[in-house]
């Protein structure tokens, strides 16, 4: 199957032993501002973790779990070729941030913006995502790693009561999802062979304020 996203690239998510087989502001406006100037190379940290997009199977059920409706603004936290924030405007019609911190993914996304022809809803940030003020946003969706969505917590649980949290294949530790649901990916859907050996991903769910999760005894 022919990918929608023209610019989405090949990549090895290293993932440190995490059982992956590879993995390489909105500010409620009414219309996506201008893209900041980036920061000069030298001074640019380098991605927490490398790109690996989310198969668009795994991306509907993510907003499908996120119960996304008229009025949401979603933020993808590392967003990638922006497929997320993009099927957000074209599905769902809201608004929508993409933030990452890796220029060439910050260009890839903007570029999809255009070619989906939805820049009038989504705006795509080039930004490390431990920086921003995430109260804007009643979605949030993540693909990072188990730790970085920890050190997100903060973060997240300034969110407006009723936001949702989805993340794919990484929990939230000391977080207890309301909703943990697998989505089967058949070999070549989404267009990358790289999910051939890796068919099976997991969303998780949780609404701020979310319920601790004790540790196992
Ligand atoms: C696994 S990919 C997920 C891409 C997209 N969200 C998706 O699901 O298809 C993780 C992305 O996070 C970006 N990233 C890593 N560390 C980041 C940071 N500190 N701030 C912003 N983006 C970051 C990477 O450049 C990469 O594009």
């Known amino acids: ?110 570029e999809n913006v255009k070619a989906a022809g939805v820049e009038h809803l989504v705006r795509i940030e080039e930004a490390d995502v431990f920086t921003l003020d995430l109260r804007e946003a009643s979605v949030v969706t993540l693909y990072l790693l188990p730790a970085l969505n920890v050190r997100l917590m903060p973060q997240l649980a300034k969110l407006k009561p009723g936001s949702r949290i989805v993340s794919h294949n990484f929990d939230m530790r000391g977080a207890k999802p309301v909703e943990v649901k697998q989505v089967s990916v058949s070999p070549g859907e989404g267009g990358d062979a790289l999910y051939d050996e890796d068919a099976d991903h997991t969303v998780y769910k949780w609404i701020v304020p979310w319920e601790p999760e004790l540790p196992a005894r």
């Open 1 to 110: 199957m022919k990918t929608p996203f023209p610019h989405a690239g090949r990549w090895i998510l290293g993932a440190a032993g995490l059982g992956l087989a590879a993995l390489s502001s909105l500010s409620g406006a009414e219309s996506a501002p201008a893209a900041p100037v980036s920061p000069p190379a030298a001074k640019r940290k380098a991605p927490d973790v490398i790109y690996v997009p989310t198969p668009q199977a795994v991306v509907d059920k993510m907003l499908e779990m996120a119960e996304v409706k008229a009025g949401d603004v979603v933020y993808d936290l590392g967003c990638g070729d922006g497929r997320i924030v993009v099927t957000a405007a074209k599905k769902y019609g809201v608004k929508a941030v993409g933030y990452d911190i890796d220029p060439q993914r910050v260009k890839e996304a903007r």
